[in-house]
């Protein structure tokens, strides 16, 4: 008499019990994340955004500040001006103007320096500035006195160009960074919530 033929792979054998996988309880799913982590994504964007805009004014404003627009009248005008960095002398271009400026508190003429060659230009009031020369505010109560029959001229802070280059630099990392972070916390958050089980139901025990 032959000896049986044996089941095939993974069936039960002559003999034994049949063995059956071990049962495994499903993983739950990870709940959903709270829906204000949108929120916090979108407003670092905006936070980015806005920062890196009120930089660019600030540098734009630091470069036409001005203290004071003086008329070509013959006519002395007191002129207040902070004394925190040297102040300079804007002109319209092609027009140069007759103009004193005297330190009320000394009665001296104030001394200029020229701009060697480099060449600052703006615009404003429906007119192109030309940077003239800079000079020593002193007390900071001036009296300025511009003959008749030139152009007007302003008088502002010298630009201060490395405090302009960072504030524009910074307008662009810090919008980068920010807007940047919240942009992939926006992902991170989208699949996790895409993903996850809502947080109004329970974990399957």
């Not at 001006?81 to 002109?91: A, K, L, N, Y």
């Not at 030309?130 to 900071?140: A, C, E, K």
Request: proline fraction near 11%.
């Amino acid at each position: 008499m032959s000896a049986p033929t044996p089941p095939p792979y993974g069936g039960p054998q002559p003999g034994r019990p049949p063995v059956y996988p071990a049962y495994q309880k499903p993983v739950p799913r990870r709940r959903r994340p709270s829906a204000w982590w949108f929120a916090v994504a979108g407003l670092m964007m905006l936070a980015g955004l806005a920062i890196g805009v009120l930089l660019v004014v600030q540098a734009v404003l630091s470069f036409t500040d001005t203290d004071a627009t003086i008329q070509p009248d013959g006519e002395s005008h007191t002129v207040t001006v902070e004394t925190d960095r040297d102040r300079m002398i804007w002109i319209v271009q092609f027009d140069q103007p007759s103009c004193s400026i005297i330190d009320a508190a000394t009665g001296q003429e104030v001394s200029y320096e020229g701009l060697g060659s480099a060449t600052y230009t703006k615009s404003g009031g429906g007119r192109e500035w030309q940077g003239d020369r800079t000079f020593d505010p002193g007390s900071g109560e001036l009296e300025v006195t511009c003959a008749q029959g030139g152009g007007p001229i302003q008088i502002g802070p010298e630009p201060e160009f490395g405090k302009i280059f960072g504030s524009l630099a910074a307008a662009i990392i810090i919008p980068i960074l920010l807007g940047g972070g919240g942009f992939v916390l926006l992902i991170v958050i989208a699949i996790l919530f895409a993903t996850g089980r809502p947080r109004n139901v329970p974990a399957p025990g």
